[in-house]
């Protein structure tokens, strides 16, 4: 089960933490993987792990903000493997200069960051692939959400709470455009991952049903499955994946 031979992945934000563990478990089911990351060198580091196991990857840097680069180097690495891209992770979700803080202590100037490479990312990467995907009649997108689209807190995490739920209700729709083509699209909203690290998150983690916090490879098993043949009938959806710190 969850074969990928033959398929062609783009996961961006792959440079590290979720991404990079999304990347390994794609390439470990025997997908090509298209690493993408917006630092050349993490991109390339990650590529280069999934070669030296056995796995096919290549690395791209490009801002997912930037939609003439986006556009631009799909193109480039689809010429490279001599495949259009069967299956979108799109990952990068943190700006480079991300911080909380209580909006009433936000400098406006902040706002738009979190909304362009949640939300505007994720559009500039959808319209560079999803022509192929529909036209071959198989595709599967899927987006990495957070727990912070659902549910509110006190941690200074509005704008970023605000920037997933607007991607998570962008994918949604997408999923009745698409679905008639054989392409499935979901959110997978996360819980608290381990580089989150600290005294504060060893705490929430000690009150997490399964008493950790997540890992990389718990998120590249469950993208495995939502970019596998076996999901064709889940689309539209928001996956928790959260150890059960949040129960639906």
């Known amino acids: 089960m969850f074969d990928l031979s033959g398929r062609t992945a783009l996961v961006t934000g792959a440079g590290q933490n979720a991404g990079a563990g999304i990347a390994r478990a794609l390439a470990a089911q025997g997908a090509a993987v298209v690493v993408n990351d917006l630092v050349a060198d993490r991109a390339k580091t990650v590529s280069d792990e999934i070669t030296a196991a056995g796995g096919r990857a ?13 556009r631009e180097g799909v193109g480039q690495v689809c010429t490279e493997l001599g495949r259009h891209i ?30 362009e490479i949640n939300l505007f990312g994720a559009m500039n990467c959808l319209t560079a692939v999803i022509g192929d995907m529909c ?9 990495i959400s957070s727990g912070s689209a659902r549910t509110g807190s006190d941690q200074g995490l509005s704008l970023y709470g605000a920037a997933k739920s607007g991607v998570e209700g962008f994918i949604r729709h997408i999923s009745q455009e698409v679905g008639p083509f054989g392409v ?5 909203a996360l819980g ?3 580089n989150a690290g600290g005294p504060a998150t060893d705490a929430i983690a000690a009150r997490i049903a399964t008493r950790r916090l997540g890992t990389p490879e718990d998120v590249g098993a469950a993208v495995v499955y939502l970019a596998s043949a076996e999901a064709s009938w889940m689309t539209g959806q928001t996956l928790n ?7 639906t």
Do not use: C, E, K
């Open 86 to 115: 069967d299956i979108l992770v799109h990952n990068a979700g943190i700006p480079a200069d991300f911080g909380q803080g209580q909006f009433r202590t936000l400098d406006p100037a902040r706002w738009r960051a979190p909304v």
């Open 241 to 247: 994946l959260n150890g059960g710190s949040v129960t």
């Open 192 to 194: 608290l991952q381990t």
């Open 135 to 143: 036209d071959a009649g198989w595709g599967r997108i899927v987006q």
């Open 184 to 188: 499935t699209a979901n959110t997978l």
């Open 58 to 70: 290549v690395p791209i840097a490009f801002d997912v903000t930037d939609a003439d680069a986006v």
